[in-house]
């Protein structure tokens, strides 16, 4: 008879919930060029990637170094439309930056919430 106790998973596995998952809103994988430019500087933006986007953050792959408070500028194309969002650098891992923002324009906010749902419900997307 199995023991009521014992779990059937291993004991490396995992499931992220609760106060673990900090995301509050959906993010999506994404490859997309960006421009990215610190606010209040007078260097030239730098060329970067973003590698997800959501309706609360993002992150990019960059060349350059960025630190954690800066706060910064992001131009990009999402579905054909040229889209800007400011936000503060959360944290950076070697080429990799996460940004977060706080509340978006409508139209940028609805511009992302698009295409969230399109990759999630969109049949042809996938």
């Known amino acids: 008879m199995a023991d009521a106790n014992k779990s059937i998973f291993s004991d490396t596995y995992s499931m992220y919930g609760g106060p673990k998952q900090k995301r509050k809103q959906a993010r999506v994988k994404i490859d997309v060029p960006c421009e ?4 209040n500087s007078k260097n030239p933006p730098v060329l970067g990637h973003l590698s997800d986007i959501g309706t609360g953050g993002l992150s990019l792959q960059a060349t350059a170094i960025f630190y954690n408070g800066d706060q910064v500028k992001i131009s990009f194309e999402l579905n054909k439309v ?3 969002i400011i936000g503060s650098v959360l944290r950076t891992s070697g080429k990799t930056t996460t940004v977060v923002y706080g509340q978006l324009e409508p139209n940028v906010h609805s511009l992302v919430q698009d295409y969230i ?3 999630y419900f969109d049949s042809k997307a996938k």
Request: no cysteine; net charge positive; glycine share 0%.
């Open 36 to 39: 990215i430019k610190l606010i």
């Open 82 to 84: 040229k889209t800007e």
């Open 117 to 119: 749902h399109k990759h």
